[in-house]
């Protein structure tokens, strides 16, 4: 099993910046790769960005492309995720994800086994 605790959300002004952070505990050595997920009320889960472990290859959601950045520490078993000009519409609850099988599509949610409890992100107009 693996337990996933994010932090880092908290309320920002329109254009601002916010970092996210993903800590895994458990038996993180069977992790394949990470993802970030959001959902606002109303909204279907929509997928923000993904690493694999190995080899750092990265992903993102056309909403964020060449906004957010994410990344990942395996000596700290940690994920973050940098965000920059942040919009109204970034405004959700951000779930950090895991996922330990190889092969799987890193922008689906059906591909991820662990979840986190999720941490708001609100953007102020």
């Known amino acids: 099993q693996v337990q996933l605790v994010e932090s880092g959300g908290g309320l920002v002004q329109v254009g601002g910046s916010l970092s996210l952070s993903c800590i895994a505990s458990?038996?993180?050595?069977?992790?394949?790769?990470m993802g970030w997920f959001r959902q606002s009320p109303g909204k279907e889960r929509e997928f923000v960005a993904a690493?694999?472990?190995?080899?750092?290859?990265?992903y993102y959601g056309d909403s964020v492309k060449g906004r957010f950045i994410v990344s990942r520490d395996n000596t700290k078993s940690a994920m973050y995720l940098r965000s920059t000009s942040l919009k109204p519409e970034d405004t959700a609850v951000y779930y950090c994800a895991a996922r330990s099988r190889y092969g799987l599509e890193p922008a689906q949610a059906i591909s991820y086994d662990y979840w986190g409890q999720g941490t708001q992100v609100t953007v102020s107009a």
């Open positions: 458990g038996e993180t050595w069977s992790l394949y790769g």
């Open positions: 690493v694999t472990r190995a080899t750092g290859t990265t």
